[in-house]
Structures are given as C-alpha cells and as structure tokens.
C-alpha cells in the first residue's frame, strides 16, 4: 500500500466534511455509485478514497478535485459547498465573509502551482462578471472557500494568507 500524502492524510475539518458532503450529492446527482465511479475513471478514482473524500476522513488536493471536476463534467466551485453553508459550520465565528480584494497583476508574477491555480480561478470569475480591469478583483464568499482549499488554509484565515503573501490590493494613499 502506497504511502498518503499530505493532502490525503485524515483531517477533521468541518470544510472537509462539508467538501465530502458536496462530492457525495454531485455523484449522486450523477446516478453513479462508488464502484461505477471507480470503473469508469479507470480507477483513477478508487471506490474507498472517494468514500474518504466523501465522508470528510482525508481532504482531496485541487489538483484531484480539479480531475473529478472533469470526470463528473462540472466546473470545480459545483464541487465546494454552496453559500448556504453558514459561517458557523465552516469554523467562523460571526456569520459574515469579509470581501476580499486580490491584487491579480501582483499574482501573475508569482511562481508556483498554486498560485497558477488561484490566477486561473480569479480570471475565471472575471470572465463571469465581465470584469476586465486585470489588476484587482473583489472575491465573494463562496470564492473564498474556493481559495481556501488552493491555499490550504481554513476558510477564515485566506484574508490572513493572501496578506503574508502580500497579495491583498491596498489602494495607494491620497
């Protein structure tokens, strides 16, 4: 049996949970069971790994649930919870996502998977919004869960990582 890596490795996360729960009703929205999944993906999705993802016991990488994404045929946000999952079940305290606004011309001059990863994202909700400024982007709630996983971080701390990493915009003093 194969080593797990660190983004298989059993978490008790509430967004895990709450991701499983979403993978769970995308495949069964599909009509497909464990084992057809299994099967179908040439088992590149075993039955009992997406049965962890499912039940919240290990977290799945962006890069495997960017691939089941492709396999069900939806794009990756179908894929997390939906905004009416409350701040409470996600660890949050006050019930309120703060928006975020993303320097994106900064993101594009760093390298790295993620960060590849998370500027494809926000120029995807660009073209959804016909927003194309290409320097800053407001990101909602749910965007942000979305950043969570790709960061690694918990939901209410992506403001905190996006500011180490210096990618907050902050508007030029007047």
Aim: aromatic share 6%; hydrophobic share 40%; no cysteine.
């Amino acid at each position: 049996m194969s080593a797990l890596s660190d983004d298989e490795l059993l978490h008790d996360s509430p967004f895990t949970r709450l991701v499983g729960d979403r993978l769970r009703r995308i495949r069964q929205q599909k009509k497909l069971s464990l084992s057809e999944v299994e099967a179908t993906s040439n088992s590149e999705f075993k039955a009992s790994v997406l049965g962890a993802y499912e039940r919240g016991e290990r977290a799945i990488s962006v890069p495997r649930l960017e691939r089941l994404a492709r396999f069900y045929g939806v794009s990756i946000d179908q894929l997390l919870p939906r905004e009416s999952s409350s701040a409470a079940e996600l660890g949050g305290s006050d019930g309120v996502t703060k928006k975020l606004r993303i320097d994106v011309a900064k993101l594009s001059s760093m390298n790295g998977a993620q960060f590849e990863m998370l500027e494809r994202f926000l120029r995807m909700i660009q073209v959804q919004r016909q927003d194309f400024n290409g320097k800053v982007i407001t990101v909602r709630g749910h965007d942000t869960r979305a950043i969570a996983v790709m960061l690694d971080v918990p939901v209410d701390a992506v403001g905190d990582k996006l500011a180490e990493l210096g990618l907050l915009f902050v508007p030029p003093a007047a």
